[in-house]
């Protein structure tokens, strides 16, 4: 159960680029379902919640610390960086990008968060990524008013 849950459904088992996949299923998920936004604070809880109980099973079973089949991470962070926005196509696709570049790159204290033991290190980082995306699309909307 524990690689379900952190592969999300086997997304995170793709041969090339993991995180990627499992951030276009994410994308997928949040643009197809139509969440209240009360909705969406739950999903982001739990699924914040499994992949903090399911990362150090599946770390284990895998035989690495953080492997890339592990995904679960990467639907929480890109559920928070659209906690405020609308879900339409373009937004997504927008955070999408985002949220990629923010999770390679690390910036503080992502990289960081990544110490923090057991699940907390393999979620946080994520959710640091999920943080600046959300902070672009909040500072493009209060900028530039979009979206």
Do not use: C, H, N
Not at 29 to 34: E, G, M, R, T
Not at 115 to 133: E, H, I, N, Q, S
């Amino acid at each position: 159960m524990a690689i379900f849950v952190a592969t999300v459904g086997g997304a995170g088992l793709a041969p090339v680029a993991p995180g990627t996949v499992g951030s276009v299923v994410a994308a997928l998920l949040l643009w197809l379902i139509p969440f209240s936004p009360p909705g969406l604070i739950v999903f982001l809880v739990a699924v914040t919640a499994a992949g903090i109980w399911a990362a150090p099973r599946a770390e284990r079973l895998l035989g690495a610390r953080d492997p890339g089949a592990i995904v679960i991470d990467e639907v929480a962070g890109l559920t928070l960086a659209l906690l405020a926005a609308p879900r339409t196509l373009p937004v997504v696709v927008v955070a999408f990008l985002l949220f990629r570049v923010f999770d390679v790159v690390k910036p503080f204290p992502a990289r960081a968060a990544e110490r923090l033991p057991g699940g907390m290190g393999v979620v946080v980082d994520d959710l640091v990524a999920g943080l600046y995306t959300l902070g672009v699309l909040l500072a493009l909307s209060a900028v530039a008013g979009w979206p």
